[in-house]
Nanobody, 127 residues
Framework: QVHLVESGGGLVQAGGSLRLSCAASGRTFSSYAMGWFRQAPGKPREFVAAISWTGRNTYYADSMKGRFTISRDNAKNTAYLQMNSLKPEDTAVYYC????????????????????WGQGTQVTVSS
């Protein structure tokens, strides 16, 4: 069992930055991959980024490469998503998720493979 709580969302102007945090509890944090997803109104949930058990491997959706950075601190049981150069189209509810069946240092992008989800945090980027 894993419990996830996101924080750090808010309202920011285009070009600004936000840092999202995802605090995990339950199963040993360093034993599973983490992902960030987002969902805008009327759109399906979208993969943003993922990070492997140790943090050695990361992967990003094309539209986030160079702007977003995923990281994790296994000592603090927390994953992060640093978002820079934000655009109005980045407006969405952002979710962190745990892939507890991931292999060591593997990364998966399909949301249906993620077993536990946080409640989401709203990010709004104004133009």
């Amino acid at each position: 069992q894993v419990h996830l709580v996101e924080s750090g969302g808010g309202l920011v102007q285009a070009g600004g930055s936000l840092r999202l945090s995802c605090a995990a509890s339950g199963r040993t944090f360093s034993s599973y991959a983490m992902g960030w997803f987002r969902q805008a109104p009327g759109k399906p949930r979208e993969f943003v980024a993922a990070i492997s058990w140790t943090g050695r491997n990361t992967y990003y959706a094309d539209s986030m490469k160079g702007r977003f950075t995923i990281s994790r601190d296994n000592a603090k049981n927390t994953a992060y998503l640093q978002m820079n150069s934000l655009k109005p189209e980045d407006t969405a509810v952002y979710y962190c998720a745990a892939d507890v069946y991931s292999d060591y240092d593997d990364i998966r992008m399909r949301p249906e493979l993620y077993d536990y989800w946080g409640q989401g945090t709203q990010v709004t980027v104004s133009s």
